[in-house]
């Protein structure tokens, strides 16, 4: 099993070529809507590595990683965030909320896979 | 997937975002939006410009960037919403969907975006793209943000780092562990643990790092790459470069530095589960949401489901509601068969009837839950192909805008019913007819604004497009609160036309009627907006192939409505199935108004063979069907027929005579188009119960047909 990752966006666009880069590197890709679909995969799934916009409906980025943060685990599962947005200000409130790291879009895929490859624990660490 | 295929997708959900964009500014024309309606707005661009970017359509990112901040800025109340702005937004609004456009059909850009940027720019003033990112769409695929790393050359000797952990990297989800592995991939790297500063364990605090680590790398690790792996944290440990160890590195083994990661004692490593409690004082955790107030977002997304407007952004949204995304071909098909199914259906019946079956015989019983079955059926797979006016409704009201700026008239576009929905294949053919329809109301329909002041009214003239379900068929109206047509110049130009006499007798309604004949519309009235060689007679015979028929109403100095009733599918129809001249054929039942049995004394001749029936101090032209389509000369006793009343285009009532009536059923509509052509009196075909083949009629095609003769008719409906 490669690792398990979720990925959250609600552009219908990105979710597709999110899929398409993960999948292809080997990862397990379950995807979400909005922070809200992300929360309920969240808990659902258990991710390894979790990938998300900022700019959603329902539930934000921000929103996502907070409520995600507050969740009780066995450890912290890496949360990437992945955006248009590059304000400093946005990205300190994405660290505030817990955010593991940020990866501005559009994404190139090598540096994406290699970002999550860094931040995700390896797979024989959960067993 | 394939890229062609992404692309695609891409542009679908452009139409989407776009829609949802729209929806928006339509909702602060009205000053009922909320905060969320902007917020809607800024991600749909905002999306727009994300995908745009992932397929390096540069022209629509740089614009959508540019629209975007502008939004923000509105978001963010440092700038306020105004008429002025808001009619800026949409022409942006406007501009984006021509983008999309363009970079999906692989077009010229749009010539409009320099002059709408330019205005962008001054409303965001000198600051303006400065404050968020730089003026073109050059972000970059990973912005790598080394900072203090204190990265300036490209290394090439092995490099020596002391590590230190801040608490806000454990709580972000970041580790130690997870970071030297991801070293250990760069090249040979050790590590070495300091533990002299870990406190006795009744004094360790589990979010905070005590260790301090020395790292070594071999000489073919650049500082950029260890500042990839350190991307994330850089904000939060303390990463310094010691110095430049000697290629040979002998320090290495004196110092001891295990290069086995599994060396460094379990129980010094920071757990997880012990990082994620809230602890006082540890900063970002602190701040984050106990799980008491997790409740909170979830109501504040209930309270705007109660918002009526979110409706619409629902649907809007790909999100919405589960939804998945069929090959029209499919639908087509299981729209077939269901046609397949009704026909059948009708020839059971025959069969079971031909039994003679009774109607509590188990058969009949089990034909009749086959039959609601059957229809549940249809009605469901009907409904795959219906789909809300409201993409074609945006549409309208950006002709409007468009027709509103080419005239100078000042306009108030105001919709209904725009969730109604309609046969997907209706809808787009009704966009032609509709966009000049629509033309022509702000055109012609409207008054200049001193003719409106004159007259009393605002100056901002209102067009109103509305759709709605009437009695199992969709009426869509264009109405303008103008001043209603002007009759005498119809009719003078009419008659100028030839197309009536100057001591012709119209009533209002017929002078109205005028506008629908061929060759009305003349070059002389052509302006550049509605005048494009296309008349009227041309959006009444689209409307016409769709089964639909398109009436005038108008009141002077109130306003005029055009109103188009459109069938809700284009493959099945309600019908009369009647016999004429030995003939079995099919009337559309939405043509019929009610049927009569004349009696002789209501019949009267009116010279040159032509007869009337009075009905209600009506006189009603009657026309022969059978004689109509060469079955049979005119019957010169009607007593044994029955008359259909329908009522034509032009309000106008005719008498049809047929010799007996069969049945009421729905009929599958199979076109003849293809192989016949247009036959005069003809829409379709069909098959019957029995099998058969049997014409459906088009009665207002009949009663065109036979119009030379009726033309003096006309007045004796009014005289009486």
């Keep these: 099993m490669g690792l398990q990752i979720l990925a959250i966006d609600d552009s219908r666009t990105m979710r597709n070529l999110l899929n398409a880069t993960l999948s292809v590197a080997g990862f397990d890709v379950d995807l979400a809507e909005d922070g809200e679909d992300g929360l309920r995969k969240f808990d659902a799934t258990d991710p390894d590595v979790v990938i998300t916009d900022i700019n959603m409906p329902r539930l934000d980025g921000f929103g996502f990683i907070e409520a995600a943060r507050a969740r009780k685990r066995d450890r912290v599962v890496p949360i990437l965030v992945l955006t248009t947005e590059s304000a400093p200000e946005m990205k300190a409130r994405a660290r505030n909320s817990g955010a593991t790291g940020w990866i501005v879009k559009p994404f190139d895929e090598e540096k994406l896979v290699w970002a999550i490859q860094r931040v995700a624990a390896s797979g024989e660490n959960r067993q | ?720």
Aim: aromatic share 4%; net charge negative; with cysteine.
């Design chain 2, 1 to 720: 997937m394939d890229k062609d295929e992404f692309r695609a997708s891409f542009f679908e959900e452009c139409e989407e975002l776009l829609e949802a964009m729209h929806d928006g500014f339509d909702q602060m024309a009205t000053q009922k939006h909320d905060e969320e309606t902007m917020h809607a707005v800024f991600r749909a661009v905002h999306s727009i410009k994300g995908g745009a970017g992932a397929f390096g359509l540069n022209e629509l990112v740089a614009f959508a960037h540019h629209f975007e901040t502008a939004l923000d800025r509105v978001r963010s109340g440092k700038l306020e919403l105004d008429a002025g702005l808001l009619d800026l937004f949409r022409h942006c609004g406007d501009n984006l969907t021509d983008l999309v456009s363009a970079a999906r059909d692989g077009d010229t850009p749009v010539s409009g975006t320099p002059a709408l940027r330019a205005k962008l720019d001054k409303v965001l003033g000198a600051d303006g793209l400065a404050e968020s990112e730089p003026d073109e769409p050059d972000f970059e695929p990973v912005t790598l943000d080394f900072g203090d790393l204190g990265l300036s050359t490209e290394n090439t000797s092995g490099l020596t780092m002391l590590f230190h952990a801040e608490p806000g990297l454990f709580v972000c989800g970041s580790e130690p562990a997870v970071l030297f592995r991801a070293m250990e991939k760069l090249g040979s790297f050790a590590v070495e643990a300091d533990l002299s500063k870990v406190p006795s364990f009744d004094d360790l605090d589990p979010a905070s790092c005590a260790i301090t680590w020395t790292l070594t790398t071999s000489d073919d690790v650049s500082r950029d790459d260890v500042a990839m792996v350190f991307e994330f944290v850089e904000d939060q440990c303390t990463l310094d470069f010691v110095s430049i160890s000697n290629t040979d590195g002998p320090e290495l083994s004196d110092i001891g530095i295990s290069d086995d990661l599994a060396d460094i004692p379990e129980e010094f490593l920071p757990s997880a589960a012990d990082l994620s409690e809230p602890h006082a004082g540890s900063g970002p955790v602190a701040a984050m949401p106990g799980l008491d107030d997790q409740n909170e977002p979830t109501a504040s997304v209930q309270e705007s489901d109660q918002v009526p407007n979110k409706e619409s952004e629902a649907k809007g949204n790909a999100g919405g509601g589960g939804t998945i995304r069929v090959d029209l071909e499919k639908i087509d098909k299981l729209i077939n068969l269901v046609g397949e199914l009704v026909i059948k259906e009708a020839m059971l019946a025959q069969s079971i009837s031909d039994l003679g079956a009774s109607s509590e015989s188990d058969i009949s019983v089990g034909f009749e839950s086959l039959k609601s079955l059957a229809g549940e059926i249809q009605e469901g797979v009907m409904s795959i192909r219906a789909q809300p006016v409201k993409p074609m409704f945006q549409r309208m009201a950006r002709i409007v805008r468009e027709a509103s700026a080419a005239t100078g008239k000042k306009v108030r576009f105001v919709t209904h019913g725009e969730y109604t929905e309609v046969d997907k294949t209706v809808v787009e053919r009704l966009v032609d007819p509709l966009t000049h329809m629509i033309r022509n109301a702000v055109d012609h329909g409207l008054e200049k604004g001193a003719a409106r002041a004159a007259a009393g009214k605002l100056p901002e003239g209102t067009v109103t497009l509305s759709a709605a379900h009437r009695s199992g068929r969709v009426v869509i109206d264009v109405s303008d609160d103008g001043g209603g047509i002007n009759r005498e110049r119809v009719r003078a130009k009419a008659v100028e036309r030839g197309l009536i006499s100057a001591s012709d007798t119209l009533s209002p309604p017929e002078i109205d009627s005028l506008l629908f004949l061929p060759g009305f519309s003349s070059a002389e009235e052509v302006s550049e907006l509605s005048g494009r060689g296309v008349g009227l007679d041309v959006v009444r015979s689209e409307i016409h192939k769709l089964g639909g028929r398109v009436s005038i109403h108008s009141d002077p100095g109130e306003g005029t409505t055009f109103s188009i009733s459109l069938p809700l599918t284009l493959a099945v129809l309600e019908g009369m199935v009647i016999n004429v001249a030995g003939q079995t054929m099919v009337v559309p039942i939405s043509a019929i108004q009610e049927t009569l049995q004349p009696r002789s004394t209501a019949i009267h001749d009116i010279g040159s063979g032509g007869r009337v029936v009075r009905n209600r101090d009506l006189l009603i032209p009657v026309i022969d069907v059978g004689a109509f389509f060469g079955f049979r000369a005119e019957p010169v006793d009607l007593n044994p027929h029955v008359l259909l009343l329908i009522e034509s285009d032009d309000n106008h009532r005719y008498a049809l005579v047929v010799d007996e009536i069969q049945d009421q059923r729905q009929v599958v509509i199979k076109s003849l188009e293809t192989n016949y052509h247009q036959v005069d009196g003809i829409a379709a075909a069909t098959i019957l119960g029995d099998g058969r083949i049997a014409l459906i009629i088009d009665p207002d095609n009949i009663v065109r047909g036979s119009g030379a003769k009726l033309t003096g008719d006309l007045n004796l409906q009014m005289a009486v």
